[in-house]
T-cell receptor, first 118, second 113 residues
Framework: DTGVSQDPRHKITKRGQNVTFRCDPI?????LYWYRQTLGQGPEFLTY????????KSRLLSDRFSAERPKGSFSTLEIQRTEQGDSAMYLC????????????????FGPGTRLTVL | SQQGEEDPQALSIQEGENATMNCSYK?????LQWYRQNSGRGLVHLIL?????REKHSGRLRVTLDTSKKSSSLLITASRAADTASYFC?????????????FGQGTILTVHP
């Protein structure tokens, strides 16, 4: 399977614990995105990488959240001191960039990691 | 925050009928994309229309874009039960927005056999 993969698919944790999610994008894609989706809503943008550089972070991403893409390949999203409000589906997506830099392609999404904070 | 609204929030039709979903967005865009999400599954890209395009077709899908009204519509012709899913529009502002997508709240489509 050459699509975007995410691990784990499900995570149940207790309030106050730290969790880390992993995303492996499509291999030739240099752009990687994290989104969060709650029940009945569309995904909300969290952060974006081009290669290893994190270029934008949403205001939704409090200082308890950190994302990395150390070698421009896979990415991790860590949530420290989880709260019940962090319960959501965390989606990763990747895309290519076209020559010129400012034209954007479709994004390919992974299956998501469903986080439940008790 | 969500970019805009989708209309209707839910749509129920019979197999073979056409389904039309509308989307409004707030800011200037580089392109607008439509995605489908089946219950409990990931988002699947359907079609992308760029800001300088007015209409685009892909199989049974037809998308229109009116940048003066900041709106788009998705038409699914000859619907099938397998089309049952949530459909989201996603605006891509481009430029310094670095390609992030701002999604609507979605339309839940149910196609009855």
């Amino acid at each position: 399977d050459t699509g975007v993969s995410q691990d784990p698919r499900h995570k149940i944790t207790k309030r106050g614990q730290n969790v880390t999610f992993r995303c492996d994008p499509i291999s030739e894609h240099n752009r990687l995105y994290w989104y969060r989706q709650t029940l009945g809503q569309g995904p909300e943008f969290l952060t974006y990488f081009q290669n290893e550089a994190q270029l934008e972070k949403s205001r939704l991403l409090s200082d308890r959240f950190s994302a990395e893409r150390p070698k421009g390949s896979f990415s991790t999203l860590e949530i420290q001191r989880t709260e019940q409000g962090d319960s959501a589906m965390y989606l990763c997506a990747s895309s290519t960039s076209l020559a010129g830099g400012y034209s954007y392609n479709e994004q390919f999404f992974g299956p998501g990691t469903r986080l439940t904070v008790l | 925050s969500q970019q805009g609204e989708e209309d209707p929030q839910a749509l129920s039709i019979q197999e073979g009928e056409n389904a039309t979903m509308n989307c409004s967005y707030k800011t200037s865009i580089n392109n607008l994309q439509w995605y489908r999400q089946n219950s409990g599954r990931g988002l699947v890209h359907l079609i992308l229309i760029r800001s300088n395009e007015r209409e685009k077709h892909s199989g049974r899908l037809r998308v229109t874009l009116d940048t003066s009204k900041k709106s788009s519509s998705l038409l699914i012709t000859a619907s099938r039960a397998a089309d049952t899913a949530s459909y989201f529009c996603a605006a891509n502002a481009g430029g310094t927005s670095y390609g992030k997508l701002t999604f609507g709240q979605g339309t839940i489509l149910t196609v009855h056999p």
